[in-house]
């Protein structure tokens, strides 16, 4: 993969805001090299998810999220108030996240699990 100047700027966006949205790694991208459009942007986002370098996560109801966090089949907590997004390490006890009860057929390779609670600033308020 080619080092490009908006490459290394939504790697280094997604350092500093993991689990950003496209339009806010945008708004990032373009604070730190001028003029570049949504649709580099999206380019960009997709060559990097598909070398493996940013993984991308939809929770239900929300925009697609990129964060630079991958190869450890780490979890997701989101807030159903304000769609704040925290890292959780892989469940612990009993793993039915890693075993699949019946994978017909299918090599599992990873698990996306969400959790789904209110974050402490929401339950603040």
Not at 56 to 74: L, Y
Request: negative net charge.
């Amino acid at each position: 993969m080619r080092v490009t100047a908006p490459r290394l700027a939504v790697l280094a966006e997604l350092h500093r805001h993991p689990h950003a949205d496209a339009d806010a790694i945008a708004k990032g991208v373009r604070r730190q090299l001028g003029k570049v459009s949504t649709q580099a942007v999206y380019d960009v986002l997709r060559a990097l998810t598909e070398a493996g370098l940013v993984r991308r996560i939809q929770p239900a109801n929300s925009p697609a999220r990129f964060e630079v966090r991958v190869g450890d089949n780490h979890h997701h907590v989101v807030c159903r108030r304000c769609g704040a997004i925290s890292d959780v390490d892989c469940a612990v006890g009993e793993v039915p996240c890693l075993e699949a009860s019946d994978p017909e057929g299918f090599r599992i390779e990873e698990a996306e699990v969400i959790y789904w609670g209110i974050c402490p600033d929401c339950q603040s308020e």
